[in-house]
């Protein structure tokens, strides 16, 4: 048999019966064997599902039953035969092998049953392999191209923000800071200052690409790389802005629950649940949610930022997210405009998720009339001249507008329900760890 032959069979499609009594090719990984005399049992591992392989000694000649049950877990190779209904076997199928073929035998996986954390994070290029994070790398692949479905279904543009920047966007603290040529940049915390200045062109637009936060504790919800989805338009309102997320978020649960709903169930997260999603969200302003949390026995005054904690308990019970809104100027990013209606506060809104999840998204009106930001800036001790373009943009022609950042990793989290944002991406970034 030829590795790089294309009449091989997926193993999916054997598994919805299309092809009982049919001959067949498979190629993939060794996911687990057991021999007992002149039969060996290999269950294969291909991108699609796993199928048990049935090797007769009689049937494939000696040399390949040596080949076969001398192969370890993740042993690559090649089996050809019959696919036969069989009701005990994993799926109903199982193969019965005519010929086997090794491609690469190697050496002992090193991962077994029970091991640390830390161990499978170290050998995180293998663990890759494993059936939940193959199903959590298969539903997040799933996620992000609804999610650029719907923006491109509203006639969106995706537009591409630089990396490397000048600007710290959302404060100084949590950025990694390189050396371009000789004098210090950052990588970029947000893509949105630029996407500010794209709209102008393009009206609708959205950024998904990683942005990077230097994040100084250990949570499970903050990685130091992360990819960031940043819609940003022209003409829009806060109360644009929050229509718009809702239906995003509706669309994609939905989505992912009609058509995925075998792998959200082997992933752990009943598809009814995101069924249960539904437009419109709650709005709860900031200065409600503060009374219901010393309610709840939290120290929080008004003018005080609303943390992890705080945001498990206004969402533990809930079943869809909420917005909650208008925050305190204090605390919020400089270019946030404060509500005319309700001045000390902004036009802000995070979208917290149901489940104790928490914060996925922070959007807001942004300030477009040059004097608010230029005072805006001055209140929070900010120079001028180190956002100079940002600030040149509310000279020619600016226009209300409105955006938001939703960070994909941790839409995941909730939408697959996982106690840890570390899984939802290949290959996690946080503070003690860049390896591998
Ligand atoms: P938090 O208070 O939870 O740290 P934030 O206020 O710093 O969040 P924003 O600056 O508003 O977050 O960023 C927009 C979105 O990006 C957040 O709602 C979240 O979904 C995501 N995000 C922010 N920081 C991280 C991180 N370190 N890891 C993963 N996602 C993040
Ligand atoms: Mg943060």
Not at 82 to 92: L, Y
Not at 95 to 108: F, N, R, T, Y
Request: with cysteine; glycine share 6%.
């Amino acid at each position: 048999m030829d590795a790089l032959a294309t009449d091989f069979t997926k193993i999916s499609s054997i598994l919805d019966g299309s092809q009982n009594n049919k001959k067949v090719k498979l190629r993939g990984w060794v996911h687990r064997s057991r021999t007992s005399g002149g039969l060996c049992f290999l269950v294969l591992r291909d991108s699609s599902g796993t199928m048990q392989c049935a090797v007769k000694k009689d049937a494939v000649g000696e040399a390949a039953f040596a080949a076969a049950s001398g192969a370890f877990i993740e042993t690559s190779m090649m089996i050809e035969g019959t696919v036969k209904e069989d009701k005990r076997a994993p799926g109903g199928f199982e193969l019965s092998a005519s010929a086997v073929e090794v491609i690469s035998q190697g050496e002992p996986f090193p991962i077994g049953k029970d091991q640390s954390t830390e161990f499978l994070l170290d050998v995180r290029h293998l663990w890759l392999r494993s059936q939940k994070l193959t199903h959590i790398m298969q539903a997040r692949d799933y996620i992000t191209r609804y999610l650029r479905e719907f923006f491109f279904k509203d006639n969106f543009y995706e537009v591409a923000p630089p990396i490397v920047t000048k600007s710290a966007c959302e404060g100084g603290s949590t950025l990694f800071e390189l050396n371009y040529f000789g004098s210090p940049a950052y990588l970029s915390q947000s893509g949105q200052l630029y996407s500010e200045a794209v709209i102008a062109a393009l009206e609708k637009v959205f950024i998904l690409a990683p942005s990077f936060r230097a994040e100084p504790s250990r949570t499970v919800r903050h990685l130091a790389e992360y990819w960031h989805l940043e819609p940003e338009m022209a003409f829009y309102s806060q109360k644009m802005n929050m229509e718009l997320q809702e239906k995003m978020i509706e669309y994609v649960c939905h989505k992912m629950a009609r058509e995925h709903a075998p792998l959200l169930q082997a992933i752990g997260r009943d598809p009814a649940d995101l069924l249960q999603v539904k437009v419109p969200f709650e709005r709860l302003p900031y200065e409600k949610a503060i009374p219901m949390l010393q309610e709840l026995g939290f120290k929080i005054e008004w003018g005080q930022d609303v943390g992890a904690d705080e945001e498990f308990a206004l969402t533990k019970d809930r079943k869809n997210p909420v917005f909650l809104h208008n925050h305190p100027m204090g605390f919020k990013a400089f270019y946030m405009r404060e509500d005319p209606s309700k001045p000390g506060t902004v036009l802000s809104a995070d979208l917290l998720a149901p489940q104790g999840h928490g914060e996925i998204i922070g959007g807001s009106e942004r300030i477009w009339e040059y004097d608010e930001l230029a005072a805006r800036m001055k209140e929070q001790k900010m120079r001028e001249e180190d956002y100079k373009w940002y600030v040149e943009l509310r000279k020619y022609g600016s226009v209300p507008h409105a955006g938001f950042g939703l960070g994909v990793e941790r839409l995941t989290k909730w939408m697959l329900n996982l106690d840890h944002i570390r899984d939802t991406i290949p290959f996690p970034r946080v503070i003690n760890r860049v390896y591998p």
